[in-house]
C-alpha cells in the first residue's frame, strides 16, 4: 500500500476502486488484527452502479 491511497480492480464487477487512508479508516470495517502494526480493513466495492464485492486491505497504524 502507497502512503495515503490504495487501489484495486473489482474482480466481480470490473469497478477500478480508489480509497484514500482517511476513507478507508471512515468506511472500512477492521476485521483482523496483524499485531500491533497492521490491520485488515472490509471495503465495500465503490461502483455506483451497486455491487456487494468486498475486498481486504492492509493498512499500516500509525501514530496520530
Ligand atoms: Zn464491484
Do not use: F
Not at 42 to 60: E, F, H, T, W, Y
Amino acid at each position: 500500500m502507497s502512503d495515503d491511497h490504495e487501489q484495486y480492480t473489482c474482480p466481480k464487477c470490473g469497478y477500478l476502486n480508489l480509497w484514500t487512508r482517511a476513507e478507508i479508516l471512515q468506511r472500512g470495517k477492521e476485521e483482523i488484527y496483524r499485531g500491533d502494526n497492521e490491520v485488515v480493513y472490509s471495503l465495500r466495492c465503490k461502483n455506483p452502479q451497486g455491487c456487494d464485492q468486498r475486498m481486504r486491505i492492509a493498512v499500516k497504524r500509525r501514530e496520530k
